[in-house]
């Protein structure tokens, strides 16, 4: 199920070509005949716009943006949505109950029209068991947190330069539980912002074995990764500890060494299966 918003020229002069330049223009959109698809690696979000197929189609554009997806989806979803509309002059239906109706668009109610859809929709999601007994959630301040991070990653990237890495911040599947993590190779200098776990990638810091070292991964706790750091870290704007060194020292990579081999990979999350709790909670609250 999905979001639906339809939008047309105001004056009744759509150029086609011109709108799908203006897609091509932008970041993260690939753009295939008469649909323009919006996805970042970095966030997990992604939507939809459809351009008309023929004339006979009341609309210009056709806007989605799936149901059932963190409330953060439609944050990033609505600067978009406003931009386009903004810049061709379109007139906006948003057909939903409650919804916005016609020629009333603003980009705060487009993020409360999606928001009451999906709670309207999400108890009638939840009322499959299995999907219940699959259900993957964080607290919508957490995801905003994760979300945050993971947009301005880019540019926190640039601003800090390359001898410092700037991770993503991953869902994980572990014991049943939801967790976040980063990957750390080999203990580069990097901005560590602050997750469930640390998995540790050795490949220069793999332990030797008989035919030499072979690339694997760890897994530290939180705790555990920032006691081992603390003399060589600092407090960086972000909110995120910065590694000061140039090259991991020796008593780092002899601990990160001689951590225990995953023998199992943990599950990756993504992005989009994991909802927020309290919305989940109050979808089933409904149904009791």
């Known amino acids: 199920m999905s979001y639906d918003l339809y939008l047309r020229k105001r004056d009744g002069r759509f150029d086609e070509a011109a709108v799908l330049d203006w897609f091509r223009g932008r ?84 993020i409360a029209s999606w928001t009451r859809s999906l709670e309207v929709t999400l108890p009638g999601f939840l009322r499959d068991p299995a999907t219940r007994q699959n259900l993957h959630t964080l607290p919508t301040t957490r995801l905003a947190e994760i979300w945050r991070w993971n947009h301005g990653r880019r540019a926190l990237q640039e601003e800090i330069g390359d001898h410092f890495f700037v991770p993503r911040i991953l869902f994980l599947r572990i014991d049943g539980q939801t967790q976040t993590a980063i990957v750390w190779g080999d203990g580069i200098p990097m901005l560590l912002p602050k997750v469930d776990l640390i998995v540790v990638h050795r490949q220069q810091l793999a332990p030797w074995r008989l035919f030499g070292r072979r690339p694997n991964q760890a897994l530290m706790s939180w705790a555990d990764m920032t006691a081992l750091v603390e003399p060589c870290t600092t407090p960086h704007a972000s909110g995120a500890l910065l590694l000061t060194y140039d090259q991991p020292p020796k008593p780092l990579a002899d601990r990160l060494r001689s951590l225990p081999t995953l023998t199992v990979k943990p599950g990756v999350l993504a992005a989009d299966a994991v909802l927020d709790r309290e919305m989940v909670e109050r979808a089933l609250a409904v149904q009791q």
């Open 27 to 110: 970041p993260l959109y690939q753009v295939e005949s008469r649909q323009a698809i919006y996805s970042s690696a970095d966030t997990g979000v992604y939507s939809v716009f459809d351009l008309r197929s023929s004339s006979d189609e009341d609309y210009d554009v056709h806007f989605y943006l799936n149901y059932f997806r963190p409330s953060y989806f439609v944050l990033e979803a609505e600067p978009e949505v406003t931009a386009l509309v903004r810049t061709f002059d379109f007139i906006v239906t948003d057909p939903q109950i409650n919804g916005m109706g016609e020629d009333h668009y603003d980009g705060q109610g487009l």
